[in-house]
């Protein structure tokens, strides 16, 4: 058993003299993927159209009490920061898009858009 001990010490004293043989990676070019023919080439944008994206509504906000947040029960009403028929923010990922009035269409609520928020608004409220 020493002597298989003794050759793993040599082999490891070998390796760490090997470093030399160690040499970076070189990668060629890549290509452009050519569509094949008969095949339809979809633009970038064209295969972002099918991803949904969560699209809230804000009717407002307001701040309780834990102690109220756990009374809370069916037919409770909260009072919130906003008025009666003032417009409802609609945000995609956190940054406001339009502005709208809640409608009723087949007894289920939505979003009558008003005014969309200028491109060059949202560009700036990226940054």
């Known amino acids: 058993m020493e002597n298989k001990t003794t050759e ?3 082999m490891s004293t070998q390796d760490i003299g090997n470093k030399e043989a160690i040499k970076s990676v070189e990668f060629s070019a ?3 993927v050519q569509s094949k023919p008969g095949e339809r ?4 944008i064209d295969m972002l159209m099918d991803i949904k ?3 809230i ?13 756990l009374a809370l029960s069916p037919g409770a009403i909260i009072e919130l920061d906003s008025l009666a028929g003032e417009p409802v923010k609609v945000t995609v990922r956190g940054k ?17 858009i008003t005014m969309l928020i200028d491109p060059q608004d949202k560009i700036k409220g990226m940054g």
């Not at 080439?41 to 970038?44: A, D, F, L, V, Y």
Request: charged share 25%; proline share 5%.
């Open 57 to 69: 509504v804000e009717l407002g906000q307001t701040e309780m009490l834990m102690r109220d947040i």
């Open 41 to 44: 080439n979809m633009s970038n």
């Open 8 to 10: 793993d010490q040599k």
């Open 53 to 55: 994206i969560p699209v």
């Open 96 to 112: 406001t898009i339009a502005h709208g009035e809640v409608v009723v269409v087949d007894e289920n609520f939505g979003v009558k």
């Open 30 to 32: 890549l290509e452009p």
